[in-house]
């Protein structure tokens, strides 16, 4: 009897997008959908990047080299340059959006039935890329009381084994908007150089940081050369989720010529993706200025407006574009699908994402979602109505 593969057999549904059918029926009702669930800015994107195809004179698109386009890592060297990490184009390889750098950087570093650590809830999409390499996730719990802070570094203690790679995060994070501060991040320094294993720094939403401090990489943390690995793309920055262009950077040779070889078995990144992200770079930091503005208003709004409701908690996201938010309800699942099946206020509903996929300790999140506050001010407004009369009528709230 002809079946699928046991891994293909095991991956999960992705807790963002596993709604969409229901979504797309109540379109079909005449229901318009707030989409609060996926982290898709209706920002602009910068008219550099665009242009930068637009005027691309290209007889035919070829295969550009594995490694990514000189010209643009040479370009974006000088992006991170501007930010105080001195890498060049020969300390980075240019990826499928961030996506393929996650799974790219597990798999070089990680033999099957390694482990690394990672806070959870985190990137849902971490646990498939670590199931698709043969690694196990070791989970640390944060908590939503204390906005998810980082766990002292003693908890980490307690987890890290023979078998541990390295320690896996999301800063700022998805899905909680936390932030980590520079005296976090040299405290896990530490911990990382004191074991010996990799520090995957996740750093995709490094220019929406809402604090006075500039963002703190793991590529600033002193004496990590060797450990650190940082993984990012242009999805969200410049509002280009659909070049799928990223990258995977660290100083370690052994672990860059490995990603090359990686790289070369994949032959290469999309062209026109690599041409805009280039162009990108030349976005004006007035561009960066009003969208951190507007993003702070539209959080501001979002978490003063669910902490309003009874029985609501939303602690202040710092960074990125999420929040992850306690509901009065049984089960965020079952809410998030009656949302989409059986309410409607004023012809209204929201769609939001439940947080039990965002963790890997069963039982955890279940009255819990991220919302994205990724709509204008109206429309965030008008969803957070709709949401606090849903929370009423809802037969399964506590």
């Known amino acids: 009897m002809l079946s699928v593969s046991e891994i293909a057999k095991k991956l999960p549904a992705s807790p963002i997008r596993k709604l969409v059918p229901f979504a797309d029926a109540a379109k079909k009702r005449g229901i318009k959908v707030y989409h609060l669930n996926i982290g898709q800015p209706d920002i602009a994107s910068p008219r550099e990047a665009?242009?930068?195809?637009?005027?691309?004179?290209?007889?035919?698109?070829?295969?550009?080299?594995?490694?990514?386009?000189?010209?643009?890592?040479?370009?974006?060297?000088?992006?991170?340059?501007?930010?105080?990490?001195?890498?060049?184009?020969?300390?980075?390889?240019?990826?499928?959006?961030?996506?393929?750098?996650?799974?790219?950087?597990?798999?070089?570093?990680?033999?099957?039935?390694?482990?690394?650590?990672?806070?959870?809830?985190?990137?849902t999409n971490y646990n498939t890329f670590a199931m698709l390499s043969n690694v196990k996730l070791v989970p640390i719990s944060t908590y939503i009381e204390d906005g998810f802070a980082l766990p002292p570094i003693g908890e980490f203690e307690k987890l890290i084994s023979p078998k541990t790679k390295g320690i896996l995060i999301s800063n700022p994070?998805?899905?909680?908007?936390?932030?980590?501060?520079?005296?976090t991040m040299l405290q896990l320094g530490e911990l990382v150089k004191k074991h010996n294993i990799y520090l995957f720094s996740d750093e995709v939403y490094r220019e929406f940081c809402y604090t006075?401090?500039?963002?703190?990489?793991?590529?600033?943390?002193?004496?990590?050369?060797?450990?650190?690995?940082?993984?990012?793309?242009?999805?969200?920055?410049?509002?280009?989720?659909?070049?799928?262009?990223?990258?995977?950077?660290?100083?370690?040779?052994?672990?860059?010529?490995?990603?090359?070889?990686?790289?070369?078995a994949r032959l290469c990144s999309p062209a026109l993706g690599q041409i805009a992200s280039e162009g990108a770079i030349d976005t004006p930091p007035s561009y960066f200025a009003a969208v951190r503005k507007e993003?702070?208003?539209?959080?501001?709004?979002?978490?003063?407006?669910?902490?309003?409701?009874?029985?609501?908690?939303?602690?202040?996201?710092?960074?990125?574009?999420y929040a992850t938010v306690r509901l009065p309800v049984d089960d965020s699942d079952k809410f998030a699908q009656w949302l989409l099946e059986e309410f409607e206020y004023n012809k209204q509903t929201v769609m939001v994402a439940p947080a039990a996929g965002f963790y890997a300790t069963p039982g955890k999140g279940t009255d819990e979602v991220r919302i994205a506050y990724v709509l204008n001010v109206d429309d965030i407004k008008a969803a957070m109505e709709c949401l606090e009369i849903a929370l009423q009528q809802y037969p399964g709230k506590k």
Do not use: W
């Open 50 to 123: 665009l242009d930068a195809i637009k005027n691309a004179d290209l007889k035919l698109v070829p295969y550009p080299h594995s490694a990514g386009i000189e010209s643009y890592r040479k370009k974006l060297a000088g992006y991170y340059q501007g930010i105080n990490i001195p890498v060049t184009e020969n300390d980075m390889i240019i990826t499928t959006g961030g996506s393929e750098a996650v799974s790219m950087a597990l798999q070089i570093c990680c033999n099957p039935g390694d482990e690394v650590i990672v806070m959870e809830p985190f990137y």
């Open 173 to 183: 994070g998805n899905p909680t908007g936390t932030l980590y501060s520079k005296e």
């Open 212 to 264: 006075d401090e500039p963002h703190f990489s793991c590529m600033h943390i002193p004496g990590l050369e060797q450990n650190a690995i940082l993984l990012d793309s242009v999805s969200k920055r410049y509002s280009l989720c659909g070049v799928r262009i990223g990258a995977i950077i660290s100083f370690n040779k052994e672990v860059m010529t490995a990603a090359l070889r990686f790289a070369q």
């Open 295 to 321: 993003y702070i208003t539209r959080r501001d709004l979002m978490v003063t407006s669910l902490n309003k409701m009874p029985g609501v908690f939303c602690p202040n996201p710092m960074g990125a574009f």
